[in-house]
Nanobody
């Protein structure tokens, strides 16, 4: 069983930055495809980024502004979010499944999910 815990959300002004963390408390994420999703009020949950051993993927909406990375020693995947705008306001989740971030990564059946962390971009 993989338990994921997100942290790092909060309130930030437009143009600001936040770094989200997704930490596995029991097992390394090295052998998993780990993805970030977000869900805004009234909208469907959307995949925004994925990382596996040799692959990173991004949704067009965040490409060039967000960077996904990981620290295997800390069992943690990060999402550095820059140039945030109000449209980035959402509940952000991390999810993981065994394997790698293939081309169909947004539609994978992720086996493990965190509880989410709120990001609010507002002046």
């Amino acid at each position: 069983q993989l338990q994921l815990v997100e942290s790092g959300g909060g309130l930030v002004q437009p143009g600001g930055s936040l770094r989200l963390s997704c930490t596995s408390s029991r097992r390394t994420l090295a052998n998993y495809a780990t993805a970030w999703f977000r869900q805004a009020p009234g909208e469907e949950r959307k995949a925004i980024s994925c990382i596996s051993e040799r692959t990173t993927r991004y949704a067009d909406s965040v490409k060039g502004r967000f960077t996904i990375s990981r620290d295997n020693a800390k069992n943690t995947v990060y999402l550095q979010m820059n140039r945030l705008n109000p449209e980035d306001t959402a509940l952000y989740y991390c999810a993981a499944t065994e394997g790698w971030c293939g081309e169909d990564w947004p539609h994978f059946s992720y086996s493990f999910w965190g509880q989410g962390t709120q990001v609010t971009v507002s002046s």
